[in-house]
């Protein structure tokens, strides 16, 4: 081992020259991975540390409908303070204007958890109290800039009006709904029921938070409502679930991010591997000398492995210093816009697994050049010193270069969230690897094939010089086709999926969508709707379904919370659904299995599953299925499955019953109505004053807000990009460097041979054209089949070609490959040819 | 043929003409003055022998001849031109048309086989058969079996041999040897040798031979001896 430190240590004097690639390769792909674990571990810090106030208490109990019995109540009293919460939709009305609320009341206890806090700070009984007649509100100052009004004024709510007493700053049990459709108007408990909004099935909310008192026990909580309200169609959340759907988009968010580190990584590996073959490419002469002087190929592959390993692990660690800080700049760019406070901090298991990836990486990559190294014989001494390294490792090496490569895949696969999604990045990454190679492989066939021609076109010599560089011994196309490959295809992923759904919220659902969704239509009012719509817009169409909330405890018979589930149907789980019963087969609706029910069906309860929800459920035609609604359990039989189009934002519904399931239940109903833009308001108006139970939201508005969501997470994808991009480019800047002496040798002898610079420079832009077109071409497709994979198969999304994006990825690969290639040329290009002659 | 006809017609005059050539070169240690005012004529198809101690600038002036490097002062006329007057392509143009240039260290260019080697000069003048002129020229230098073989895949001895091929198939009327057998050893030099004399007496273009060895020196028709950046004898 001293002899091996000692030649490590000697070599080393040389500077960091050719290996600045290495360590820049692994310090970016380590800090990706780095910079995404750290974030995810500082946001679920956050979800834990604030679970408490998020959820309201220690544990929410959420039903629609009805708040908790009195029994109920009297039984979580016993346990600690109680506070109960209800929101619901409503119609926030100033005079001609209207604005759709998230109305939400309170008790006098709330809250139990965190602070609210408001503008000006008032406490909760004055802020709400009756004064003067008149109740009091707080409300999100997007409501009063929507409705025009100020501290003060009031607004209407169905027969009730408010005072705006305060605005709201921050109200800590916000973040566990992920999706609102309005403003946050905050009244007291009695004040929704003065709205007179309240109505037989009307969709409403309650949550009953519970604060444990100290010494009482969360399980015992649990277990005691179990025994004692075993129907009860509450829903239980504590706090170690605050607020999954925010979970779940981090989780996804880190996961993503993850996998674009590791495709750095991967390219960069590609980089890591030229780098340690081209510097060990020039160290051939000092390896056979020191095999003539008796040094074993161990002793050899020591050193230099002491020398790349130690240099790897600078590039780790500046990884890991700039993984560990990015995500603090990161909060500080983005912190308004970001749900909850990240807890940015030194977390050391995600470090740990950065560091684990680069160190796998490192010696994936370096393995081989290294094993080769090492077996040079003295003899090479002897023979031309561009001959490059070249023959298979030992078997030994060939068995840890193995294990290493087996360990980054398991690295990869399990330590992801999402094992599958993982398994299939690892094997699609592989893939693209080796079909990128066989390209490369080809494009050096054909340009030998094509260098056989003894006249034509490609016998010219810019062609032939063009032609050799592509398929000679230690020819750079296969690093440059891989590198530019690799990263223009996640490029192309991104930018594909990313165009197509931007384009989806942006123009194709609007156009599609309808106008308003309407909400909490009572029976007797649905006559009544359809005439008031029509009286204000005669071309409108308008479509009706009854509806009711219910929540799915049982699949197949086992209780919902131990059935396995998907995960990408584990949402139908989370709380009430909303139900809805059809005689006859709606219009829109396929029928992917099994027979829709007559209509005068009166058997057993049966119903009819989107397709989709039943394959991750794993349920079959004839299975059985439980939903609870309003404490009444319903065993239902799968009549059919059916194809459902989320995406249409039409009426649709996961579960539809045979009628006489819900027979008696407390329906409502919803319409969708597709009106002319210009006549909007109007139907708007009509509804509202004329039934102001109902609730109208508007879909564009909604649209509009899914659209700014997607756009917040464009800063990870912009910057999940650059970081690809900039590994391809470090890659790329390598390879072309590797060549660059040679370039400089091969210049200046055509130079002196008698050609013109002019013909140099067509001679490498041939060269580097081909190179370009080819692997953006392939980009470009394989970009295009996994966007396309992703956006049909994993987020059930529609797919347009984009062509536009896709010219723009071929444009940007042929400029990068003939930038790279004219930064070397021209180097190569002024350099006069007397002293590189000289040099011999 | 045509590259034959116009040698003829310039056989009045002198091919290489220096006269007041200076050569000053930056080095890291200041100004190094490689050539002191060189003045030397050679006629078509002579041969000439430049012989001197290391450092003399023998091989600097065979640059400057071969339009390398580019004098500092005094004027450089090789087949005609004036090379002050030419520029960078002109230059390449003219080793193209007039020059051979064969190394001590070869300078092959790695990734292209001999056969190709070989083929460069013409391909870059733009010759069709190239590669048909270009096998025949490595037959007639022996190498008929190592055609597709590229440069690290063949002898030092076979590699000169193919940079000879490459410096007389264009038919230059100028072919600047540098030491051409310095990096072989004394059997296969030997070869190489009587290789270049026989090309010379071929085709008839004039030979500037710079060597160490006194016996290559002697087969020259003329001798000059450089010293110190000077023409001594």
């Known amino acids: 081992m001293g002899m091996a430190w000692r030649l490590a240590r000697r070599e080393l004097r040389g500077g960091l020259k050719g290996f600045r690639i290495l360590v820049a390769c692994l310090a970016l792909g380590v800090a990706a991975i780095a910079a995404s674990g750290s974030l995810k571990a500082a946001f679920h810090r956050a979800l834990a540390e604030d679970a408490r106030a998020i959820l309201g208490g220690d544990v929410e109990l959420r039903q629609s409908y009805e708040p908790l019995t009195a029994d109920q109540l009297a039984l979580l009293s016993r346990y600690g303070s109680v506070s109960t919460v209800s929101d619901m939709r409503a119609m926030a009305r100033v005079g001609e204007k209207r604005r759709l609320v998230e109305l939400k009341g309170v008790d006098a206890t709330y809250p139990l958890a965190g602070n609210l806090r408001t503008q000006p700070p008032l406490p909760m009984a004055q802020l709400l109290e009756r004064r003067d007649g008149m109740a009091g509100a707080a409300a999100d100052p997007h409501l009063l800039d929507a409705l025009g009004i100020g501290l003060g004024d009031r607004v209407q709510v169905g027969n009730a009006a408010f005072q705006i007493r305060a605005v709201i700053t921050a109200e800590p049990d916000r973040v566990a709904n992920a999706l609102s459709f309005g403003p946050r108007l905050l009244v007291a408990q009695d004040g929704i029921a003065a709205t007179g909004l309240v109505m037989p099935g009307s969709l409403i909310r309650w949550g009953t938070r519970l604060a444990l008192a100290p010494g009482a026990d969360l399980a015992q909580v649990r277990a005691d409502l179990a025994q004692a309200f075993p129907d009860a169609p509450f829903s239980w959340r504590d706090t170690s679930e605050a607020a999954p759907g925010l979970d779940r988009i981090l989780d996804n968010l880190a996961a993503f991010l993850t996998l674009v580190g590791l495709t750095a990584l991967l390219v960069g590996g590609i980089g890591i591997a030229n780098a340690v073959k081209a510097y060990l490419d020039g160290k051939l002469a000092n390896i056979a000398i020191l095999k003539a002087l008796g040094a074993p190929s161990r002793q050899i592959g020591a050193g230099y492995g002491l020398l790349i390993g130690s240099l790897a692990l600078l590039g780790i660690i500046l990884g890991l210093a700039v993984g560990a800080v990015a995500p603090w700049a990161l909060v500080q760019i983005a912190g308004e816009s970001l749900p909850l406070a990240a807890r940015v901090g030194l977390y050391p298991l995600p470090l740990m697994q950065a560091t684990a990836f680069g160190v796998l990486t490192a010696a994936t990559f370096a393995l081989w050049p290294l ?88 016998a010219r010599p810019a062609a032939r010089v063009a032609l050799a560089n592509l398929h000679r011994p230690g020819s750079s196309v296969v690093s440059m086709v891989l590198s530019l490959g690799l990263g223009l295809t996640v490029l192309v992923t991104i930018a594909l999926i990313e165009g197509n759904l931007a384009r989806q919220f942006g123009q194709t659902l609007p156009a599609r969508a309808p106008s308003f969704y309407f909400i909490d239509l009572q029976p007797d009012q649905a006559d009544e709707f359809d005439a008031l719509v029509r009286a204000v817009s005669p071309s409108a169409e308008v479509e009706k379904a009854p509806m009711v909330r219910g929540r799915i405890t049982h699949i197949k018979g086992l209780a919902a919370e131990s059935a396995e589930v998907a995960p990408e149907v584990q949402w139908a789980l989370r709380g009430d659904r909303g139900l809805t019963a059809a005689a006859k087969q709606p219009p829109h609706a396929v029928l992917a299995a099994g027979q829709w029910w007559a209509a005068d069906y009166a058997g057993s309860p049966l119903v009819s599953v989107d397709a989709g929800l039943a394959k991750g459920m794993g349920l079959q035609v004839g299975d059985t299925l439980a939903v609870n609604v309003l404490g009444r359990e319903l065993n239902l039989t799968v009549a059919n499955l059916r194809q459902v189009e989320w995406a249409s934002l039409n009426m649709n519904f996961a579960l539809i019953l045979s009628p006489n399931a819900l027979a008696g239940a407390p329906f409502i109903h919803i319409a969708t109505v597709h009106a002319p833009e210009a006549q909007e308001n109007a139907v708007e108006r009509a509804v509202s004053d004329a039934l102001p139970n109902v609730s109208a939201i508007r879909v564009k508005e909604a649209l509009i807000q899914v659209r700014a969501m997607i756009d917040n997470a464009d800063l990870a994808v912009r910057l999940a990009g650059l970081v690809t991009l900039a590994a391809g480019a470090l890659v790329l800047g390598g390879a072309v460097m590797a060549g660059h002496r040679r370039r400089v040798r091969e210049a200046v002898i055509l130079k002196v041979l008698g050609a013109s610079r002019a013909e140099l420079w067509r001679a490498w832009m041939l060269e580097f054209g081909i190179v370009g077109a080819v692997t953006g071409l392939a980009a470009a497709g394989f970009g295009s089949a996994a966007a396309w994979a992703i956006l049909v198969h994993v987020m059930r999304a529609d797919w347009t070609f984009l062509p536009g994006l896709t010219l723009a990825t071929l444009a940007i690969c042929i400029i990068a490959a003939l930038m790279a290639g004219f930064a070397g040329a021209f180097v190569a290009l002024r350099r006069p040819a007397a002293p590189v002659l000289r040099e011999e | ?192 040798t009587e290789l270049m004399f026989d090309l010379h007496a071929r085709h008839g273009a004039t030979l500037v031979l710079i060597t160490h060895d006194p016996a290559l020196a002697a087969r020259c028709g003329r001798v000059v001896r450089l010293a110190d950046g000077k023409v001594v004898a």
Do not use: C
């Open chain 1, 371 to 458: 094993a080769q190294a090492a077996r040079v014989p003295a003899t090479a001494l002897f023979r031309s010193r561009i001959e490059p390294l070249s023959g298979r490792p030992s078997a030994f090496m060939l068995t840890v270069l193995a294990v290493s490569a087996l360990g980054l895949a398991a690295l990869a696969v399990l330590g992801a969230d999402r094992r599958d999604l993982a398994a299939v990045f690892v094997a699609a990454a592989l893939a693209l690897l080796g079909l990128f190679r066989g390209m490369a492989w080809g494009v050096s066939r054909l340009a030998a094939l094509a260098s056989r021609q003894r006249r034509g076109v490609w």
């Open chain 2, 1 to 192: 043929m045509k590259v034959l006809r116009r040698m003829n017609a310039s056989s009045g005059q002198p091919l290489v003409q220096l006269s007041g050539v200076t050569l000053n070169l930056a080095s890291l240690a200041g100004q190094v003055n490689v050539l002191r005012g060189v003045d030397l004529e050679i006629a078509a198809g002579e041969t000439l022998g430049v012989v001197g101690p290391s450092g003399s600038g023998k091989s600097s002036l065979l640059m400057v001849m071969g339009g390398l490097e580019r004098a500092s002062s005094g004027s450089v006329r090789v087949a005609g031109h004036d090379l002050s007057g030419l520029s960078e392509d002109g230059l390449a143009r003219l080793r193209r048309d007039h020059v051979g240039i064969v190394f001590q260290s070869f300078q092959l260019i790695p990734t292209m086989t001999a056969l190709e080697n070989v083929a460069v000069p013409l391909e870059l003048a733009g010759i069709a058969d190239a590669l048909d002129r270009a096998e025949t020229e490595l037959r007639a230098v022996g190498l008929g079996h190592r055609l597709d073989h590229y440069p690290g895949q063949m002898s030092g001895g076979e590699q000169q041999r193919v940079a000879l091929a490459r410096a007389v198939i264009a038919r230059p009327r100028l072919l600047l040897a540098d030491e051409p057998t310095g990096n072989l050893d004394g059997a296969t030099g030997a070869e190489i």
